[in-house]
C-alpha cells in the first residue's frame, strides 16, 4: 500500500482547497500544515466571511500560546505566541495588530495570526525621556514634567504605567505610512510618530485629552473627562493643527470612549461600581452602565442616543471600533462589548476576576463572559485579520 506525503500534493490542488475553506480558523490551520500549504494560501482571504472579534485571554505563566475567544460561537483558539509573553506589556490593539511593551525600551506591533512585526520608536524616544541608561539598576530612565522637574523611572514601571494606550491610523498592511499615537499616565499628554519615525513628539496643545484617542477623518480625536474634543492634524508632522470642541459639562461616569460608527462619532461613558472584598481584602471594581451620545456636528454638541439599532460596539483597552450586528448571523444589535481597562499599572499581579462582559442598552443587562485565568494580564479585543 503506497502512502502519500500530503506536502507535496500539486500547488493548483492546494489552492483549490484553500478557496473553499469556509471559515478563517480553518484557513490559519491549513496555513499551519507546511511551507506548501501557507505558500497556497496568501494571506489575501476575501472568500472568507468577516471574521467576529475575538477576545484575547490573559495566559499562564508556562505557556508561549495564547488564547482567543470568539463569544458570537463560543470557540476557543489558541496561537503560538511567544512575543505576547508575561514580561511584555500589550498596551493596545488596532486593526488586527497588537501593540506590545518590553521591559527594554522596544514597543512593536504585531499580527497574532501572522506574526508579522512592525517596530515603533522606542519608550526611550520620547521627548520628555532625558536619559536612559541600562545599567542603572532601578533608575533606568530619567524623565523631566512639563514643570521642568527632574524624576526616574526603573525598566517595569516605564512598561506598565508611562503609556496608558497605543493606537494606528491605519492597517499597516494596507497603508505604508501610518501614525501611531500614545495616551501617557503621569501628566495626560498625547504623543505620534509617523512609520519609519525614530522619536515620538509630543503634542502639547492636547495636553489633558487623555480619556481616550481614535483616528477619525483624516485626524486623531481625544476626549477628555468631561467630554471636550481635541482634533489634531499631524500631517504636517512638524507642526500639528489642534482645534477644540469644547462642551459644557453634561457628560457623566467614570470612563469615557471615542467610538467611530460608520461615520457617527460616539462617545461612551462608562459607569463602574467600586466595593471591597472583605474576604481577600481586595478592591473589586463592576461595569453597572453605558451612556451613548452623539455628536451634534453643527450645534457642536453631544446628543444622548438610546439605541445603537444593528451597531455593536466594542470598548476597552482596543482603538474603539463598531460593527454591524446584520454581517455576522445569531449577532444581536444594540449591544457594548467591554473589558477592563480601568485598573492601574499592575500588569504582574491584578487581584480578583476580570469585568468583561458585553452590555444590553435597551434593558441595561450584562451578559458576563468567561475569561480565565484571573490575576494575569487583562483581556483585550482583536479584530482577527491575515492582513
Same mark, same amino acid.
Given at each position: 500500500?503506497?502512502?502519500?506525503?500530503? %506536502?507535496?500534493?500539486?500547488?493548483?490542488?492546494?489552492? !483549490?482547497?484553500?478557496?473553499?475553506?469556509?471559515?478563517?480558523?480553518?484557513?490559519?490551520?491549513?496555513?499551519?500544515?507546511?511551507?506548501?500549504? #501557507?505558500?497556497? +494560501?496568501?494571506?489575501?482571504?476575501?472568500?472568507?466571511?468577516?471574521?467576529?472579534?475575538?477576545?484575547? #485571554?490573559?495566559?499562564?505563566?508556562?505557556?508561549?500560546?495564547?488564547?482567543?475567544? *470568539?463569544?458570537?460561537?463560543?470557540?476557543?483558539?489558541?496561537?503560538?505566541?511567544?512575543?505576547?509573553?508575561?514580561?511584555?506589556?500589550?498596551?493596545?490593539?488596532?486593526?488586527?495588530? #497588537?501593540?506590545? @511593551?518590553?521591559?527594554?525600551?522596544?514597543?512593536?506591533?504585531? *499580527?497574532?495570526?501572522?506574526?508579522?512585526?512592525?517596530?515603533?520608536?522606542?519608550?526611550?524616544?520620547?521627548?520628555?525621556?532625558?536619559?536612559?541608561?541600562? $545599567?542603572?539598576?532601578?533608575?533606568?530612565? !530619567?524623565?523631566?514634567?512639563?514643570?521642568?522637574?527632574?524624576?526616574?523611572?526603573?525598566?517595569?514601571?516605564?512598561?506598565?504605567?508611562?503609556?496608558?494606550?497605543?493606537?494606528?491610523? &491605519? *492597517?499597516?498592511?494596507?497603508?505604508?505610512?501610518?501614525?501611531?499615537?500614545?495616551?501617557?499616565?503621569?501628566?495626560?499628554?498625547? +504623543?505620534?510618530?509617523?512609520?519609519?519615525?525614530?522619536?515620538?513628539?509630543?503634542?502639547?496643545?492636547?495636553?489633558?485629552?487623555?480619556?481616550?484617542? @481614535?483616528?477619525?477623518?483624516?485626524?486623531? $480625536? +481625544?476626549?477628555?473627562?468631561?467630554?471636550?474634543?481635541?482634533?489634531?492634524?499631524?500631517?504636517?508632522?512638524?507642526?500639528?493643527?489642534?482645534?477644540?470642541?469644547?462642551?459644557?459639562?453634561?457628560?457623566?461616569?467614570?470612563?469615557?470612549?471615542?467610538?467611530?460608527?460608520?461615520?457617527? #462619532?460616539?462617545?461612551?461613558?462608562?459607569?463602574?461600581?467600586?466595593?471591597?472584598?472583605?474576604? &481577600?481584602? @481586595?478592591?473589586?471594581?463592576? !461595569?453597572?452602565?453605558?451612556?451613548?451620545?452623539?455628536?451634534?456636528?453643527?450645534?457642536?454638541?453631544?446628543?444622548?442616543? !438610546?439605541?445603537?439599532?444593528?451597531?455593536?460596539?466594542?470598548?476597552?483597552?482596543? %482603538?474603539?471600533?463598531?460593527?454591524? +450586528?446584520?454581517? $455576522?448571523?445569531?449577532?444581536?444589535?444594540?449591544?457594548?462589548?467591554?473589558?477592563?481597562?480601568?485598573?492601574?499599572?499592575?500588569?504582574?499581579?491584578?487581584?480578583?476576576? &476580570?469585568?468583561?462582559?458585553?452590555?444590553?442598552?435597551?434593558?441595561?443587562?450584562?451578559?458576563?463572559?468567561?475569561?480565565?485565568?484571573?490575576?494575569? &494580564?487583562?483581556?483585550?479585543?482583536?479584530?482577527?485579520?491575515?492582513?
Amino acid at each position: 500500500m503506497s502512502t502519500v506525503d500530503w %506536502s507535496d500534493l500539486p500547488p493548483e490542488l492546494l489552492q !483549490t482547497i484553500a478557496t473553499n475553506l469556509q471559515t478563517l480558523a480553518d484557513y490559519i490551520r491549513f496555513r499551519a500544515v507546511c511551507q506548501n500549504w #501557507l505558500a497556497a +494560501a496568501p494571506i489575501t482571504t476575501r472568500h472568507l466571511p468577516r471574521e467576529f472579534p475575538w477576545l484575547m #485571554l490573559p495566559l499562564s505563566r508556562s505557556s508561549n500560546r495564547r488564547g482567543f475567544f *470568539n463569544p458570537l460561537t463560543k470557540n476557543l483558539h489558541r496561537l503560538i505566541l511567544p512575543e505576547a509573553s508575561h514580561s511584555r506589556r500589550r498596551a493596545g490593539s488596532s486593526h488586527g495588530w #497588537l501593540i506590545l @511593551i518590553d521591559e527594554s525600551p522596544s514597543i512593536f506591533l504585531i *499580527n497574532p495570526l501572522t506574526r508579522g512585526k512592525i517596530t515603533l520608536p522606542p519608550l526611550s524616544s520620547f521627548p520628555n525621556v532625558t536619559r536612559f541608561d541600562f $545599567y542603572s539598576v532601578g533608575r533606568e530612565y !530619567t524623565l523631566r514634567s512639563p514643570e521642568n522637574e527632574v524624576y526616574y523611572c526603573n525598566l517595569r514601571g516605564m512598561r506598565d504605567s508611562f503609556i496608558k494606550k497605543v493606537i494606528v491610523s &491605519h *492597517n499597516p498592511r494596507h497603508e505604508s505610512e501610518f501614525f501611531a499615537f500614545a495616551i501617557l499616565n503621569r501628566y495626560e499628554n498625547l +504623543a505620534y510618530c509617523k512609520s519609519g519615525d525614530s522619536s515620538w513628539k509630543i503634542i502639547d496643545q492636547a495636553r489633558r485629552y487623555s480619556e481616550d484617542v @481614535i483616528y477619525f477623518s483624516g485626524a486623531v $480625536y +481625544a476626549v477628555d473627562k468631561i467630554g471636550s474634543i481635541a482634533i489634531c492634524d499631524v500631517n504636517d508632522c512638524d507642526q500639528p493643527t489642534v482645534k477644540f470642541i469644547n462642551m459644557v459639562q453634561q457628560i457623566g461616569g467614570d470612563m469615557q470612549y471615542l467610538v467611530d460608527a460608520m461615520g457617527d #462619532l460616539l462617545l461612551v461613558s462608562r459607569y463602574i461600581e467600586f466595593g471591597i472584598d472583605i474576604e &481577600h481584602y @481586595i478592591e473589586v471594581c463592576k !461595569t453597572v452602565k453605558f451612556c451613548v451620545f452623539r455628536l451634534n456636528w453643527s450645534a457642536r454638541e453631544w446628543e444622548s442616543v !438610546t439605541s445603537l439599532k444593528d451597531k455593536v460596539l466594542f470598548l476597552g483597552g482596543n %482603538s474603539s471600533f463598531a460593527v454591524l +450586528a446584520s454581517d $455576522y448571523p445569531g449577532c444581536e444589535g444594540n449591544r457594548i462589548y467591554y473589558t477592563d481597562d480601568y485598573s492601574g499599572g499592575n500588569y504582574d499581579g491584578i487581584a480578583g476576576d &476580570h469585568d468583561v462582559g458585553v452590555y444590553n442598552l435597551a434593558d441595561g443587562s450584562v451578559e458576563v463572559l468567561p475569561c480565565y485565568p484571573q490575576n494575569s &494580564h487583562w483581556p483585550i479585543w482583536v479584530t482577527p485579520s491575515l492582513c
